[in-house]
């Protein structure tokens, strides 16, 4: 299939009354919404005009299951909200979750010397960065790490929770 002139002009008025682009090609006949849509690029053929069958169109409301009737609509641009009647009878609220135990600032702790920067971290220091890294003041934790782990001994504590913990305050949050 050659895009004739025809077919260009007929394309191109077809967009401007904002037909899709598979309205398009049924319409041409011969070419794919996918050829409609590369064609419309080449041309640089840009927004459209709304149709007021497509503007018009306003989505179904679904019907809630505990009052039988449809939601009332509204604007799009207003958040979702859960009114009573859409909780389960069941709902129960998340447990609240434990906050971590607050570590003691690091900053005091590593000294000037041992701060490392990108360019001398090794194998054996620390990579614990420290700070905002857009900041001037920004460094990494710099202190000796065995071999094949990333942190010193202070942020391995940070970094890596045993299981049995994590676990038991999962079963503490549940019961709470």
């Known amino acids: 299939m050659s895009w004739t002139n025809e077919r260009v002009e007929l394309l191109k008025k077809l967009w401007s009354e904002g037909l899709s682009a598979s309205q398009i090609a049924g319409e041409l006949g011969g070419v794919t919404r996918n050829a409609v849509i590369g064609k419309v690029h080449r041309l640089g053929l840009s927004g459209r005009a709304k149709t007021t069958s ?7 409301a679904r019907p809630n299951p505990a009052t ?3 939601a009332p609509k509204r604007p799009a641009s207003q958040p979702q909200s859960i009114g009573a009647t859409a909780l389960k ?3 129960t609220p998340a ?3 434990e906050a971590r135990p607050q570590v003691e600032p690091i900053a005091e ?19 614990w960065p420290i700070g905002d890294p857009s900041t001037d003041d920004f460094y990494f934790c710099g202190r000796q790490s065995d071999p094949n782990v990333p942190y010193c001994v202070h942020h391995c504590k940070i970094a890596y929770q045993p299981v049995s913990d994590r676990r038991s305050r ?7």
């Open 54 to 60: 497509s503007a018009s169109k306003a989505r179904r």
């Open 109 to 127: 702790l590593v000294p000037i010397s041992q701060r490392a920067t990108i360019l001398t971290l090794t194998e054996r220091t620390c990579k």
């Open 89 to 91: 009878a069941d709902y």
């Open 95 to 97: 447990p609240a979750v």
């Open 170 to 176: 999962k079963v503490v949050a549940q019961a709470g």
């Open 68 to 70: 039988g009737s449809a």
